[in-house]
Each structure stands twice: as C-alpha cells, then as structure tokens.
Antibody, heavy 113, light 112 residues
Framework: QVQLQESGPGLVKPSGTLTLTCAVS?????????WTWVRQTPEKGLEWIGE???????NYNPSLNSRVTMSVDTSKNQFSLKLTSLTAADTAVYYC??????WGQGILVTVSS | DIVMTQTPLSSPVTLGQPASISCRSS???????????LSWLQQRPGQPPRVLIY???NRFSGVPDRFSGSGAGTDFTLKISRVEPEDVGVYYC?????????FGQGTMLEIK
C-alpha cells in the first residue's frame, strides 16, 4: 500500500517561498505514475497545482505556472513543491498524491506576517 | 480549463436509501487515447480525499460495491445503492483527460 506524507512549514510570510516535501513509502517513486500536488481551500475547493514524473518532466496549472516548481529526489523516494511570491490567497491545505488515487494526510499552510 | 459542475450541492439522504450525484463537464472527457479519465472522490470530515471510482465506472481497491459510477462524454453519475453512516462527507468528481486537471465543487452527503 502506497503511503504519502507531506512535510514543511505551517506558517510562511507574504512574498516568501513555500517548499513542501512528500515522502513516499510502500512503493517506488520511479513507478510509472505522476506525482501530484493539490491544494484545498473553503473558497475555491480542490485545486490541482501540478504533477511531476520521476524523469523530472512536469505539468503545472497555468494559473500558478510562473510561481511553481516541482522536483523529484529518487534517492530519497520523495518529491517536492516550491511556490514563490506567496500571498494570503495561497493559504490552504496542501496534499500530495499519486495521480489522485493515493493521498497524503495534507498539511495546512498559512501565509501571514 | 474544463469546468466540472456537480448537482446537487447538498443531498440529505435517509440511511438505507439510495443516493445519486451528477457531474457534468464543459467539454467531452474522452481523451485522445480513447479513455475517459473521470474519477469520483470521497472526503470524510477531517480526512483527505479518497478515490472511489476511476475511469467512469471502475471501483478502486477496497471500495464497497454499493458505490457505482456511470456515464459518458460530458455526463456522469455516482450512485450509492444504500447509504450507510460512514458515507457522510463530500463527494467530488475530477477529470484527468485534459490539462489542467479540474475538480467539481463538491456535493455534501448528509443523513436526514
């Protein structure tokens, strides 16, 4: 059973950069799957941020494209999300997922000074 | 972007009775590979989403057979044959046929 666990800061400052990591266990990040980040807010619901393949190929949501970078660390079996130029609108629960089938528990990130 | 519209937004149901949720997409979800990447997710209170159905009608591992999915093109339905207490939560349809992937706004299933 694949398990995913997000980690990172719970509070970040406006205009700052958020870096989240998702540790994968029970399966290899080199499997034939895309590794995904999704965020959730009461206002906008679920929002797909983007996905990364173990080769490093990525697809991002155009609404966030210029601010998002995703990467994979195959040696640690984990993948990461970097989101820059944060505003209060980026406050959300961030989930990592394997193609929206297996999900992490989520991490609440608040953008505030 | 493909817009996913769910109805109803709230569904009060009596235990043991059926429930049905509809999802309509603004464009056909038939992918260039011929598959339709429409899934249904369940989110119980305080929990992450969990996949129930993928590619319209395939139940994910461990999902009870009271859950079923159907549809084609732009119109899809999730049915629960007999609602049980643990089915309370929010249900989402989501498409992965065209980037960026999108979600419906969610349907809250509650017990009458």
């Amino acid at each position: 059973q694949v398990q995913l666990q997000e980690s990172g800061p719970g509070l970040v400052k406006p205009s700052g950069t958020l870096t989240l990591t998702c540790a994968v266990s029970g399966g290899s990040i080199k499997s034939n799957n895309w590794w995904t980040w999704v965020r959730q807010t009461p206002e906008k619901g679920l929002e797909w941020i983007g996905e990364v393949y173990h080769s490093g190929n990525t697809n991002y949501n155009p609404s966030l494209n210029s601010r998002v970078t995703m990467s994979v660390d195959t040696s640690k079996n984990q993948f990461s999300l970097k989101l820059t130029s944060l505003t209060a609108a980026d406050t959300a629960v961030y989930y990592c997922s394997r193609e929206r089938t297996y999900w992490g528990q989520g991490i609440l990130v608040t953008v505030s000074s | 972007d493909i817009v996913m519209t769910q109805t109803p937004l709230s569904s009060p149901v009596t235990l043991g009775q059926p429930a049905s949720i509809s999802c309509r997409s603004s464009q056909s979800l038939v992918n260039s590979d011929g598959n339709t990447y429409l899934s249904w997710l369940q989110q119980r209170p305080g929990q992450p989403p969990r996949v129930l159905i993928y590619q319209i009608s395939n139940r994910f591992s461990g999902v009870p057979d009271r859950f079923s999915g159907s549809g084609a093109g732009t119109d899809f339905t999730l049915k629960i044959s007999r609602v049980e207490p643990e089915d309370v939560g929010v249900y989402y349809c989501t498409q992965a046929s065209q980037l960026p992937y999108t979600f419906g706004q969610g349907t809250m299933l509650e017990i009458k």
